[in-house]
Nanobody
């Protein structure tokens, strides 16, 4: 069983900072691309920031220069440092990862996983 567990959301004033963490656990063989998505009420889920297995990053235009995505390969973790937060950043943030998992019998399977989501609220 593989799961992603997020932490670090909360309530912050505009201009403040938060750091989201996401750790993958289970019978993991390797992890490819990881990323953070968000979904605001009444809106579609959107990619905020992604990081490839090789460490290349990409960002949604509205967060460039304010958010930084990073990962810790040893801990199977991905992070999102969010600075200069704005009310429009308010959303549920989800961790996502492509994971090669091991199963009984020694076989592996590649699948896409989501975390449970963590609420980020930015007050004006």
């Amino acid at each position: 069983q593989v799961q992603l567990v997020e932490s670090g959301g909360g309530l912050v004033q505009a201009g403040g900072s938060l750091r989201l963490s996401c750790a993958a656990s289970g019978t993991i063989s390797s992890i490819g691309d990881m990323g953070w998505y968000r979904q605001a009420p009444g809106k579609q889920r959107e990619l905020v920031a992604g990081i490839t297995g090789g460490g290349r990053t990409n960002y949604e235009d509205s967060v460039k220069g304010r958010f930084t995505v990073s990962r810790d390969y040893a801990k199977n973790a991905v992070y999102l440092q969010m600075n200069s937060l704005k009310p429009e950043d308010t959303a549920v943030y989800f961790c996502n990862a492509n994971i090669l998992a091991r199963q009984s019998g020694g076989t592996t399977y590649y699948n896409n996983y989501w975390g449970q989501g963590t609420q980020v609220t930015v007050s004006s």
